[in-house]
Every structure is written in structure tokens, then in C-alpha cells.
């Protein structure tokens, strides 16, 4: 009896780990999608950013090894409004003239559980880095990988929103950033 | 018999009387403005303000049902009433119509509504920009018909007050004047 649980458990482990093992070598652009969430005046906000280059290389046997960076057009983003869109790529917020890009490299990756892992990552924006530590959720899809993760910065820390913004009562410290990214097996 | 409004229904007709040249006001003054943060807290007190009135229609509306305005004075024309019917009528209709083009308005322009940053309003559509601003237009082109029918509305007292010289205008005052 006993031996049955235990060989089962083992298969479930080994399944959970280990059976569906990939090797992903790069993101599809158009099944991903980089979105955050503010608050203005209260009120939850969606943008997203529409254009981003990414390179990728994540093994599930060998996860630590994995390698992953990710260029954020600033240019593209949409926060809901048309005029914020021209305000946001100002002087005041990313300065997109100076600073057209968001960088973020992924310094390490380890599992902490079934399809859970933790990174570790530098995020550069408007001349600021930061690292950041958040966690990632996997999940297999046919031949296609599926990365999710979702963090909280201040923008604050990276001189988004100078001057007349730089206090938090209009637009909130706080901002989530979600990440939805399809990996790719092949290049 | 009584000849005059009850004391909340004055009240009430007051106090929108002041919020609602408020919103009007600030409502053109605001759209225009480029994007600043105060223009963003702008917008949102015009809202809290908008929705407050909303509000406050339906609860004059209830007032309204259970203490019956008094009536007319014998000396109006059946014209002169309808006209004053339709007139009060059309009123009620834009203070409901507007706050809710402009709820609808937010909806689709993907800012949700939150009363005085604290309860929620249901987004009744979702975030389409080119319904977003048919609905701006529509939400304008209300408050500009609200404008003329107050513009008619006041017009209309005074017309009570110095050439018909009843007692139309003194029974909404805070005191019934004395002739």
C-alpha cells in the first residue's frame, strides 16, 4: 500500500519537474504583452506598452541557467488617454527624446516550486537602475511556454513624473507592471 | 391652503440650484484645459459633484411624490401652465440625462468613476475610444440645453415676479416674501 503512494507521489514530482522539460530560445512579440496599473486620483488605470525586443534562453531541466533581457519602447506606451500619451513621453515622465528605452536584465532565476520561480533582475529606466525581485509563474502550452509576473516599483525611484507630478495625490507612487510572455522553443 | 414649497424641497432646489452652476462652469472651463494635474483633480471633483447631483435628483424626485408642489395660482393660462410643466419636466429630464452621459462618458474613456475617491461606480461600458467622445459631445451638447432651459428658467420667474405679480418666484425663496 505504502510503496503505491509514495511510487505514485514520485510520478507526480517527476511530471510536475521534470517529464515536460523545454528548452526555450526565444519570446513570440505578438502573444506577449508588458501592461502596468497606476492610480490617478484614486482610481486604478490600465497601459500597456505596445513595442518591445526581448531575448530569451530558458531551460525547465536547468532553470538557473536562464538568461533573459527585455528593451521596452517608451514610446509605445498607452495609458489610457490620448493626451496622456503625449504628456507621459515629456520631460517630466520618461523623456523618451533622452531616454527611448527601458531595460531589463534578468540576473538570476531559481524555482521555488512547481512551475514557480523567483527572479532576479536591473530594470534602467530615464538614466535610474534598480534591481528588482519578483516572482514568475510558468506553465507549458502545447509547444509554446507561457511566463508570467507581475511586481510593483515606485516611480519615484526611476524620476517618473518630475515637477508638478513628483507629489503622489494626482498620480500614485505605486505602479504594477504585468508581464504576459510566450516563449518559443525555436528562434 | 399652502402656497409655498416645503422647506426641503427649497433647500434642495437651492443647493442644486449652486452645484449645478458649479459643474456648468467648471464642466467648459476644465475640457479644455491641457493636461496638467490639476486638471486631472478638476475632472475628478466634477465628477464627485456630477454624481452628488445625480443623487440628489432622485431624492428631490421622492420629495416631490410624497409633498405635491403647490399649485398653480388661478390667474395662469392652461398655455402658461403646460408651458411650465414642460419646462420643470424637461429640467428633471437633463439633471438625470447629464450626470449620466457624463458616468457613461468615463466609462468609455476608461477612467472609472469613484465617489469622493471612496466607492466605486460600476463602469457601465467598456473603454471605446470613439464612443468615449460621442459621448463627450452628447454629455456637452446636454449641459449646453440645460444652460438655455435655466437661462428660460429664471427668465420665467422674473416674468412671474414683475409683470404677472404673483407669487410664483417668492414661494421658492427661503422666506415667503411679503408683497
Known sequence: MKTKYVLALAVGISMAFGVHAANYQSVQADKSSISFRYKQMGVAMDGKFSKFQSTLQFDTAK????????????ASVDTGSAEGDDEVIGKSWFHTAAFPKALFVLKQFKPTGPDSYEAIGTLSIKGHARELKFPVKYSAQGAKGQLSASFNLARADFAIGEGVWSKFDVIGNEVQVNFQITVLSGK | MTYTYTTPAKALHWLMAI??????????????????????????????????????????????????????PASMTALQRAAAHGGHFALYLLMLAIPLSG????????????????????????RDKALGHQLE??????????????????????????????DILQRMLPAKAVH
Not at chain 2, 443623487?55 to 420629495?63: E, G, I, M, S, T
Not at chain 2, 465617489?115 to 466605486?120: H, Y
Not at chain 2, 449646453?144 to 429664471?154: I, T
Request: proline share 6%; no cysteine.
Open chain 1, 63 to 74: 532553470p538557473e541557467a536562464a538568461r533573459a533581457s527585455i528593451e521596452i519602447d517608451l
Open chain 2, 19 to 72: 452645484l449645478i452652476g458649479g459643474l456648468l462652469g467648471l464642466g467648459f472651463y476644465m475640457a479644455d484645459l491641457p493636461l496638467s494635474a490639476p486638471k486631472i483633480q478638476l475632472f475628478s471633483w466634477h465628477k464627485w459633484a456630477g454624481v452628488s447631483v445625480f443623487a440628489l435628483v432622485w431624492l428631490r424626485l421622492f420629495w416631490r411624490m410624497v409633498h405635491r408642489p403647490p399649485a398653480y
Open chain 2, 103 to 126: 458616468w457613461l462618458m468615463s466609462s468609455a474613456k476608461g477612467v472609472q468613476t469613484v465617489w469622493f475617491g471612496v466607492l466605486p461606480l460600476p463602469d457601465l461600458l467598456s
Open chain 2, 137 to 166: 459631445d452628447l454629455h456637452s451638447a446636454l449641459a449646453v440645453g440645460l444652460m438655455v432651459l435655466v437661462a428660460v428658467h429664471m427668465a420665467a420667474a422674473w416674468y412671474h415676479y414683475r409683470v404677472l405679480q404673483d
